[in-house]
């Protein structure tokens, strides 16, 4: 049974940073792909980056430029580095994995943003 476990949320001021981390326990047999989601109070759940096996990355138009995602395959983590914070990057982040023919979600972790 693989469990997603995200870790690395907090307060920041507008323009700070934080990087957001997500460690996967079990084993993958079919990888895909791993991302994070995000959602805001009131507004649905969306896609903020993934990147695949072959290592492609996707990016929200809203985050390009401040976030990079990057994936260590040989220790099943993903991690999410956030510069630039502005306050609309307020959000319960989760990691996503889509491997094993399933969706994996990790519990969220609070990232505010305010000054």
């Known amino acids: 049974q693989v469990q997603l476990v995200e870790s690395g949320g907090g307060s920041v001021q507008p323009g700070g940073s934080l990087r957001l981390s997500c460690a996967a326990s079990?084993?993958?047999?079919?990888?895909?792909?791993m991302g994070w989601y995000r959602q805001a109070p009131g507004k649905e759940r969306e896609l903020v980056a993934a990147?695949?096996?072959?290592?492609?990355?996707d990016y929200a138009d809203s985050v390009k430029g401040r976030f990079a995602i990057a994936r260590d395959g040989a220790k099943n983590t993903v991690s999410l580095q956030m510069n630039s914070l502005k306050p609309e990057d307020t959000a319960v982040y989760y990691c996503n994995a889509n491997a094993n023919y399933r969706y994996y979600w990790g519990q969220g972790t609070q990232v505010t943003v305010s000054s």
């Open positions: 990147i695949t096996s072959a290592g492609s990355t």
């Open positions: 079990g084993s993958f047999f079919r990888f895909i792909a």
